[in-house]
């Protein structure tokens, strides 16, 4: 079998990939749980490499999120649920629902462009969803029934923080600027000092989570992303101690050698460093 552009080609790939006794054995092994975990990765990657700005891993690692669309396609077909031409035709359904500015008549257009018609066409989806979830016998509710849940469980928490304070914010419930955010932020923080004083492990855990739920919505309100900086400052951190350890090496010497403050005094050296 050789490569091609054609989706086609990818999607007959898999196939042989899952067909029973000539397939492979690794992922004929396989099935929606153990293979979620891999398209989270996979999207995780895509983001790295958008950050790093590296336009050919960005092509690679969108290749192989979409591996794992096609991957879901497959096994549901082979459940005899849906196969990859349905998951296609629904998200196109969706967007040309979702956007009658654009593919409507002029008369949706006009309308489809009026404030609040967004979510009106996400409540109406809803709606639909929760009638043929009790058409198949399922419950009609997978989230609950809460303005808030709606969000999914599976997003990384800062991400899922920052998604529960965007919804709650839509019916006015936020505060109206960053500073007094701070002041939240340094209650918090007193809350979680009083925590660790009683060392109540359940109390502290919990203040600890305050403080970040409260960080969250400090950089929502200064148009960061929780997550992406915290991936930054992540790579910072990576590169800065890479710097101590070649630092080190240079010496001829490691990690396990030095002491604390001679590690400190390279640190240092490494926030000062162009590179770092």
């Given at each position: 079998?050789?490569?091609?552009?054609?989706?086609?080609?990818?999607?007959?790939?898999?196939?042989?990939?899952?067909?029973?006794?000539?397939?492979?054995?690794?992922?004929?092994?396989?099935?929606?749980?153990?293979?979620?975990?891999?398209?989270?990765?996979?999207?995780?990657?895509?983001?790295?490499?958008?950050?790093?700005?590296?336009?050919?891993?960005?092509r690679d690692e969108l290749g192989d999120?979409?591996?794992?669309?096609?991957?879901?396609?497959?096994?549901?077909?082979?459940?005899?649920?849906?196969?990859?031409?349905?998951?296609?035709?629904?998200?196109?359904?969706?967007?040309?629902?979702?956007?009658?500015?654009?593919?409507?008549?002029?008369?949706?257009?006009?309308?489809?462009?009026?404030?609040?018609?967004?979510?009106?066409?996400?409540?109406?989806?809803?709606?639909?969803?929760?009638?043929?979830?009790?058409?198949?016998?399922?419950?009609?509710?997978?989230?609950?029934?809460?303005?808030?849940?709606?969000?999914?469980?599976?997003?990384?928490?800062?991400?899922?923080?920052?998604?529960?304070?965007?919804?709650?914010?839509?019916?006015?419930?936020?505060?109206?600027?960053?500073?007094?955010?701070?002041?939240?932020?340094?209650?918090?923080?007193?809350?979680?000092?009083?925590?660790?004083?009683?060392?109540?492990?359940?109390?502290?855990?919990?203040?600890?989570?305050?403080?970040?739920?409260?960080?969250?919505?400090?950089?929502?309100?200064?148009?960061?992303?929780?997550?992406?900086?915290?991936?930054?400052?992540?790579?910072?951190?990576?590169?800065?101690?890479?710097?101590?350890?070649?630092?080190?090496?240079?010496?001829?010497?490691?990690?396990?050698?030095?002491?604390?403050?001679?590690?400190?005094?390279?640190?240092?050296?490494?926030?000062?460093?162009?590179?770092?």
């Amino acid at each position: 079998m050789t490569p091609s552009r054609d989706i086609a080609r990818l999607i007959e790939i898999m196939a042989a990939l899952r067909t029973p006794v000539t397939g492979c054995p690794w992922d004929l092994e396989q099935d929606f749980a153990s293979i979620a975990p891999y398209t989270i990765e996979e999207a995780y990657e895509v983001a790295d490499a958008i950050a790093r700005g590296d336009m050919d891993d960005l092509r690679d690692e969108l290749g192989d999120l979409l591996l794992q669309v096609v991957y879901h396609a497959r096994m549901a077909q082979e459940a005899g649920e849906f196969a990859f031409e349905d998951v296609v035709e629904s998200v196109t359904t969706k967007m040309i629902r979702r956007h009658p500015h654009v593919f409507g008549n002029e008369e949706a257009r006009a309308a489809g462009s009026a404030k609040g018609m967004w979510e009106k066409i996400k409540a109406q989806e809803k709606a639909e969803k929760r009638n043929a979830r009790l058409a198949r016998g399922l419950d009609p509710e997978d989230h609950g029934t809460g303005f808030l849940d709606g969000i999914p469980l599976v997003h990384p928490a800062l991400t899922r923080a920052l998604k529960l304070q965007e919804k709650a914010a839509r019916v006015g419930f936020d505060w109206k600027e960053a500073k007094p955010i701070l002041d939240k932020i340094e209650e918090e923080i007193a809350e979680l000092r009083e925590a660790m004083d009683r060392q109540d492990e359940d109390h502290t855990t919990e203040e600890f989570g305050d403080v970040l739920f409260a960080l969250v919505n400090f950089g929502r309100h200064l148009s960061i992303d929780a997550e992406n900086a915290l991936r930054q400052t992540n790579d910072k951190f990576r590169r800065r101690f890479h710097y101590v350890e070649d630092a080190l090496k240079a010496e001829g010497r490691t990690l396990d050698d030095a002491t604390l403050d001679e590690m400190e005094a390279y640190w240092q050296q490494a926030k000062t460093a162009k590179q770092t």
